[in-house]
């Protein structure tokens, strides 16, 4: 069946090719992936859960750390299930429907996972920079607006890429060489042109990476003067800690980012781009997690309560 440009089929399907290439490796995979997954789960509701019950955690810091806990969820939940079944099953196939909707819905938490991770550098600029107005200045109403901000930019650039995916025409060919519907794999299937949908999707990428680091680099250039001028290494050892978390994540998700597209696209390059995928999609919802609850003390804190062991003093 072919698909053509405003005359969409919800029977026609896309086949997720995922790793069907490495037959003795489906089980293997499949139970990492979803150790990696069950992990995911728990140590991101897990995360959201500590932060509501704690009163201690109910600041700026925590709120957007909440966020992010939510996205990587979300995101990790879009993605890792149709792996699962597409390594345990011989119908690797997806429909037109889902695979759009899956693009649509891990395109806005992407989107919203790289701008809260800049809103969280800007939270720790003011917390190191301004600690006596931070409370101030980090006002309910203006965190609310600053959670809402990467949410709204990842509805509207998802919308605006989806549209232009269904204004383009899917023929024979509907193999799509990745475990994820992903903008580029969607348009390699395309037999009309998709010039302006890739244009597209360049731009709104270059701008999301550059704006964000930006955001990012401008928060720790301020942060570091700041430490330098503090006068005791006790102030400095406090302020890298409160940014030692925030500075792995970002090196993790930006670093991936920028591999990603560095790797040309072909094919000896696709199995490359599988694994980076599988980093980006898979790994870093749970990287996340460990990482802001294995070095916060205040997490493991609560955590240790929840559990009915004794906490020891500082």
Not at 62 to 74: A, K, P, T
């Amino acid at each position: 069946m072919s698909l053509t440009k405003g005359n969409w089929s919800t029977e026609a399907t896309f086949i997720l090719l995922g790793f069907s290439e490495y037959p003795d490796f489906q089980l293997p995979l499949f139970l990492v992936f979803l150790a990696i997954y069950m992990v995911t789960v728990a140590g991101n509701l897990g995360m959201i859960m500590i932060i509501r019950i704690n009163s201690k955690l109910h600041t700026p810091m925590y709120f957007f750390l909440s966020h992010l806990s939510f996205v990587d969820f979300c995101y990790s939940t879009i993605v890792t299930p149709k792996l699962l079944e597409n390594l345990v099953m011989e119908d690797r196939t997806i429909s037109f429907t889902g695979c759009i909707l899956q693009f649509f819905l891990a395109c806005i938490f992407a989107i919203a996972e790289t701008f809260m991770l800049a809103v969280m550098a800007y939270d720790r600029f003011i917390a190191v920079c301004n600690p006596l107005l931070y409370t101030v200045i980090m006002s309910q109403k203006l965190c609310s607006s600053l959670v809402a901000g990467p949410y709204t930019w990842g509805i509207v650039a998802s919308l605006t890429l989806t549209y232009f995916l269904l204004t383009l025409s899917f023929c024979d060919s509907k193999t799509i060489n990745n475990f994820v519907c992903e903008h580029s794999v969607i348009v390699s299937v395309s037999c009309s042109d998709p010039y302006i949908s890739q244009l597209l999707c360049l731009v709104i990428a270059i701008f999301n990476e550059v704006s964000s680091l930006m955001i990012i680099l401008t928060s720790y250039i301020f942060i570091v003067v700041t430490v330098i001028k503090m006068p005791s290494d006790g102030g400095h050892r406090k302020a890298f800690s409160t940014c030692a978390s925030h500075l792995t994540a970002i090196t993790i998700f930006h670093g991936t980012v920028l591999f990603l597209y560095c790797v040309p696209y072909s094919k000896t390059s696709w199995l490359i781009v599988k694994i980076g995928s599988v980093f980006y999609t898979v790994m870093i919802p749970m990287l996340n997690s460990l990482i802001y609850s294995l070095r916060n003390n205040d997490v493991k804190e609560t955590v240790r309560r929840l559990m009915h062991y004794p906490t020891q003093s500082s």
